[in-house]
């Protein structure tokens, strides 16, 4: 059985992969974390240059782009806590896997758009 297998039944949700890569900030000193690059209702993957310390919560913002904040969806603001964190397969950079605590409805209705916005049906990265 393939890892990704095990993880997709572990966490009960499709991870949406995103075809715009978002800013994810610590909310409490404003740096960035690093860019999402896939996400679902129940947490996300920040891909950046440094390893975020496993069992950590931090307050994160989601920073939404113009064409979301002129239909009305604000930044997205909840905490987070780090499942782990590993060197990318694939890249030079870390990937932080984050699990949301707690969002507020308002949050969780922002996360439910954001994937209808930019995640494709299929969880594939396709540019045509």
Same mark, same amino acid.
């Given at each position: 059985?393939?890892?990704?297998?095990? =993880?997709?039944?572990?966490?009960?949700?499709?991870?949406?992969?995103?075809? &715009? &890569? =978002?800013?994810?900030?610590?909310?409490?000193?404003?740096?960035?974390?690093?860019?999402?690059?896939? /996400?679902?209702?129940?947490?996300?993957?920040?891909?950046?240059?440094?390893?975020l /310390?496993?069992? #950590? +919560?931090?307050? /994160?913002?989601?920073?939404?782009?113009?064409?979301?904040?002129?239909?009305?969806?604000?930044?997205?603001?909840?905490?987070?806590k780090?499942?782990?964190?590993?060197?990318?397969?694939?890249?030079?950079?870390?990937?932080?896997?984050?699990? !949301?605590?707690?969002?507020?409805?308002?949050?969780? #209705?922002? +996360?439910?758009? =954001? +994937?209808? !916005? !930019?995640?494709?049906?299929?969880?594939?990265?396709?540019?045509?």
């Open positions: 059985m393939s890892q990704g297998l095990v =993880l997709s039944e572990k966490r009960g949700l499709e991870r949406r992969e995103l075809i &715009y &890569y =978002l800013r994810v900030r610590d909310a409490s000193n404003d740096q960035e974390l690093g860019r999402m690059v896939d /996400i679902h209702q129940k947490g996300l993957l920040v891909m950046g240059s440094r390893a /310390i496993p069992e #950590r +919560i931090y307050t /994160i913002s989601i920073e939404m782009p113009k064409a979301m904040m002129e239909q009305g969806i604000n930044n997205v603001t909840s905490k987070a780090v499942m782990w964190s590993r060197s990318s397969r694939t890249t030079s950079f870390l990937e932080n896997g984050l699990m !949301f605590i707690d969002p507020t409805p308002e949050a969780g #209705r922002t +996360i439910d758009r =954001l +994937i209808e !916005f !930019f995640a494709l049906p299929n969880g594939t990265f396709n540019l045509t």
